[in-house]
């Protein structure tokens, strides 16, 4: 199982005051030394954390394969840059984080899957784990795609942590039974992860997962990547970025 490490949140501290403190490259560096297997970015429209000289120095300087996330809006620098993989987003400007899927219908994805593939890039899309859109995926020319695991996520908090107790309490799962939320999207996304793999895509997953979480989704034989940035970033002001990497690694190996 193999981790790509999300360090947008280092640059999400840095743009907090402006200062190029703390360095994104010295966290890319510590990651690669700690064990990463790729290093995840999400370059937004409006470049609120990453910018384009972040991108620009990561895909020069990143000795392990380098995973861009960016909506269709803004492929134009994906194509110019060409990183090992281009990992397609749903973005809404006003979101926290990416909030769902992506939706397949979309009028420009097609003629950004083919011009990312015709330049090499591995691409991903980023998908809800259901069989309509892993079939669209794989016929709009996809080669991996990453299953989205925010609802499974979301399930586990509300059933094994304090936060249905806290304001961060998720208002749409308060009246369910957590545990049974967290069973179904579990399976939905075992059975997703299979079908997927059955029809040729390689699959990865992410999205809300974290130390307590992840070895259910690291259980899953067909996935073979996962791609985490939150619970690193926040592990890593208490231990430092490499164990909390090191950590990482131990759990899903
Ligand atoms: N994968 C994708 C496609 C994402 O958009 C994100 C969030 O930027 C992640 C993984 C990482 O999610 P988290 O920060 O919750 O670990």
Redesign the pocket.
Known sequence: MKL?V?I??VAVLREARRVNDPNILNAMFTAINAGADQI?I?LREDRRHIDDTDTINIINLCTIPVNL?CATAITDIVLELSPHRA?I?PERREEL??EGGLNLASPELPSTIAAMNETGIDVSL?IDPNSDDIIAAKELGANTI?L?T?SF?NAYLMAYSNIPKTKFSIKSLEHTNAKEALEFELDRLKKAAKFAKNIGLNV?A?????YQNVGLIANIPEIFEL???????ARSIFTGLSQAIKDMKELIK
């Open positions: 790509g999300n947008d949140h995840t999400h996330e990992t987003v984080t990416t980023f990453e989205h925010g996520a990865a992410g999205h809300g997962l974290n791609n985490i940035g939150q619970s690193i970033i």
